[in-house]
């Protein structure tokens, strides 16, 4: 019964990721973005998915996981590089006082910030050692939150809440200050003037293929190959 379950789960997942692409392809449709001329002879700026491949093999996510993961990531591009087609003909046009520009204009900070922070968290995975203790990041984890065990335990609390969306560890830049939020949607809840350092994806795509409702099982596997030099990188 139970591989029956997850054999469900799986299908269900692999529909929905295979749906949202589509929808990505469906507005691509029409002229290459990439490349394409404006009337000024002038290159529209676009965006590139990035390669993720090499983690593939990652310890605890299946290839199929990781796969569909980055099937879902490129749609986010997709979907980005059109919506800046069709604001930028839009705003040509005088069409900016239109329901479409506004609904559409929403959306692109859906799709950016899905593209975005997509690459935030595959960046962030793919190391094979934990974090030092004396390291920059160590030393202001343990400053903020007493110890880096401690922080470790509100980052996974946080990460467990009943829900969808991402937890990522920002740091304030008017202070240094670093804190754990929960982000429910792309597009909304991100705190003004910080910056993301450490980036989890808890959306149901990022895990139940290889896990099905144990989140706990995910979030230890996403503890085990976090690239804290990436992760450092960030910090400021």
């Known amino acids: 019964m139970k591989k029956r379950t997850m054999a469900g789960i799986a299908s269900i997942l692999l529909l929905l990721?295979?749906?949202?692409?589509s929808y990505g392809e469906m507005m691509a449709q029409g002229k290459e973005i990439a490349g394409k001329q404006t009337k000024k002879g002038e290159k529209m700026m676009t965006y590139t998915a990035?390669?993720?491949?090499?983690?593939?093999?990652?310890?605890g996510f299946s290839e199929v996981l990781l796969k569909n993961h980055f099937t879902l990531y490129q749609g986010?591009?997709?979907?980005?590089?059109?919506?800046?087609?069709?604001?930028?003909?839009?705003?040509?046009?005088?069409?900016?006082?239109?329901?479409?520009?506004?609904?559409?204009?929403r959306r692109f900070g859906w799709e950016f910030n899905g593209m975005r922070l997509h690459e935030f968290?595959?960046?962030?995975?793919?190391?094979?050692t934990p974090?030092?203790?004396?390291?920059?990041?160590?030393?202001?984890?343990?400053?903020?939150?007493?110890?880096?065990?401690v922080w470790e335990k509100d980052f996974q609390a946080t990460s467990s809440m009943r829900g969808i969306?991402?937890?990522?560890?920002?740091?304030?830049?008017?202070?240094?200050r670093l804190f754990n939020f929960w982000i429910n949607e792309h597009d909304v809840g991100h705190p003004a003037g910080c910056l993301p350092i450490l980036?989890?994806?808890?959306?149901?795509?990022?895990?139940?293929?290889?896990?099905?409702?144990?989140?706990?099982?995910?979030?230890?596997?996403?503890?085990?190959?976090?690239?804290?030099e990436q992760v450092e990188k960030r910090l400021k």
């Open 121 to 128: 968290y595959f960046e962030n995975l793919g190391g094979k």
């Open 50 to 59: 990035k390669d993720f491949s090499k983690l593939i093999g990652m310890a």
């Open 17 to 21: 990721t295979w749906t949202f692409y």
């Open 165 to 176: 969306g991402w937890t990522i560890l920002y740091q304030d830049t008017t202070n240094g």
């Open 76 to 105: 986010y591009v997709t979907n980005t590089n059109k919506l800046l087609e069709i604001l930028e003909q839009m705003l040509k046009e005088g069409k900016t006082g239109t329901p479409d520009y506004a609904e559409l204009k």
């Open 131 to 149: 974090l030092k203790a004396d390291s920059p990041l160590g030393k202001k984890l343990t400053e903020n939150f007493g110890s880096y065990e």
């Open 199 to 228: 980036v989890f994806d808890v959306f149901e795509h990022a895990f139940m293929i290889d896990y099905g409702l144990k989140r706990a099982d995910y979030i230890q596997a996403f503890f085990k190959n976090i690239n804290w």
